[in-house]
């Protein structure tokens, strides 16, 4: 398996090698574009590196600049909405196993959640639904490898490591003299971010770790980053992070406790209600925002109860637990309201050199505008443009009309019939079938353009 991974290495500095030599022989332009071409490729194998890696057990290389952005940005949390979520998604729409909702909506919700949970499970990764360092790395290994996002319908499948395989869990280049020049540790919802530099200055990749302990924590990034427990122990700023709430028993939780985390949960089943109402008047389906919004409200009265008994604890935790579905109850609407936004019909009447289109969305909401133009291709195009959706989704709820006939001529050429479709708004529709009958060709026009039979052999004619 080193001997794979040796091999990998050493392609690339294949591909680098004839670069330099050939250097004064040719333009600058010309070298630039070899040097992107073997950008390109170089990425190509460092995902391949990366999955050589992962079965012997050792840290992969983050990916190499390319022509497009590889790098993600910060904020991959659960409830954020930013396009670097969006390429996530598109990445993760490649395989309906990972992601079969297949939405790049930007926002990062529990289909998104469950997709990262299947994308890490297919890697061998913790599944944990939040995109760390280990799940980060590897996502910008596979955009590095296609830059401009034109994944292959298998490019999850190709790389993914073998099932008896176990990845490394280190996202960090070890320090190599065991020793570190700064540590910082940061606690944000529960995550603990680890910024650190090495002796001769150089940063190591942040880690995001989680820990319930300080010894744990002491742990892991003493393992992450390969230095001694004693080396972390003695840059940690114990002052930056306080374990002792997460510590709190029985008798820890007040009433005072208790009330507040009530008080919470009040003012999210309030905010819920108010989107569920809001919604239902815009027609939407509340289905499963109801459901959750019945849990938290049940979860809710047992806080109440728990809080009358004086089980603080436990009311502290309901009200957790029902403040936690009460956000399930508005991202479940906001589910909703993207399916509400998907498009229904698109209708497109062609006269005079320019076309109308009116969309009809699912929710019932309509949009009109004129694109300036009669060719079909051009008109798809067009309207995939301004409402920013791929050709395809066009194409599969387009509906043309030319207007009326004006005349349907076909010949044979070629072992072909050829038929030209003209209508009386001028616009011409050229056709090819390898069909011969009239009456068959008159069926096949009739089927690819969603015409009358009769009204075609009103103006039909040939040479046939």
């Known amino acids: 398996m080193k001997k794979r991974l040796l091999a990998s290495v050493f392609s690339v500095m294949i591909f680098i090698a004839p670069l330099f030599a050939s250097a004064q022989t040719i333009d600058f ?48 949390r659960y409830g ?9 998604q598109r990445l993760l729409a490649t395989d309906a196993d990972i992601y079969p909702y297949g939405v790049d909506s930007g ?10 949970r299947r994308f890490q ?71 603990y971010i680890v910024r650190s530099y090495k002796a001769n200055g150089i940063r190591n990749r942040d880690l995001i770790l989680y820990a319930d302990e300080y010894d744990d924590l002491v742990g892991q990034i003493a393992k992450k980053l390969g230095v001694s427990e004693s080396e972390v122990e003695r840059l940690f700023d114990e002052d930056a992070v306080d374990f002792e709430e997460k510590k709190k028993d029985d008798d820890d939780y007040d009433e005072d406790d208790a009330e507040d985390a009530i008080d919470e949960a009040d003012d999210a089943i309030d905010e819920a209600r108010d989107a569920i109402n809001e919604a239902e008047d ?46 399930k109850a508005l991202d479940a609407l906001e589910d909703a309201e993207e399916a509400g936004d998907e498009i229904d019909e698109i209708r497109v009447e062609v006269k005079d050199g320019e076309a109308d289109v009116e969309v009809e969305y699912e929710n019932g909401d309509e949009e009109d505008f004129t694109v300036n133009d009669d060719d079909e291709e051009d008109i798809i195009e067009e309207i995939a443009d301004e409402l ?77």
């Open 29 to 76: 332009s010309s070298a630039l574009k070899r040097m992107d071409a073997i950008i390109v490729e170089m990425n190509a194998l460092r995902v391949e590196f990366a999955s050589l890696a992962a079965q012997v057990g050792v840290s992969a290389p983050a990916p190499a600049a390319s022509a497009g952005s590889v790098v993600l940005g910060s904020d991959l």
């Open 107 to 116: 926002y990062y919700g529990p289909k998104t959640q469950e997709a990262v």
């Open 388 to 464: 920013d959706i791929d050709e395809d989704e066009v194409e599969d709820v387009i509906e043309f009309d030319y207007g009326d006939l004006e005349e349907v001529f076909a010949e044979r050429d070629g072992g072909q019939t050829r038929v030209v479709v003209t209508f009386e708004s001028g616009v011409e529709v050229k056709l090819v079938f390898d069909e011969e009958d009239e009456d068959d060709v008159i069926e096949a026009v009739a089927d690819e353009l969603d015409l009358d039979e009769d009204d075609i052999e009103r103006v039909f004619d040939s040479d046939l």
């Open 121 to 191: 499970s297919r890697f061998g990764l913790d599944t944990v639904g939040v995109i760390g360092p280990s799940t980060r790395a590897l996502l910008e290994a596979f955009m590095a490898a296609y830059p401009d996002g034109d994944y292959p319908s298998d490019v999850l499948e190709k790389t993914a490591p073998k099932p008896t395989a176990k990845p490394a869990t280190s996202t960090t280049v070890s320090t190599g003299t065991g020793e570190l020049k700064s540590l910082k540790v940061s606690e944000d919802d529960g995550e």
């Open 282 to 327: 815009d027609d939407l389906d509340t289905d499963e925002a109801d459901d959750y919004f019945d849990d938290a409200k049940e979860e809710f009265e047992k806080a109440e109860d728990a809080l009358n008994d004086e089980d603080y604890k436990n009311a502290v935790k309901n009200a957790e637990d029902a403040i936690e579905l009460a956000e």
């Open 80 to 88: 954020s909405t930013n396009e670097d979520i969006a390429r996530v």
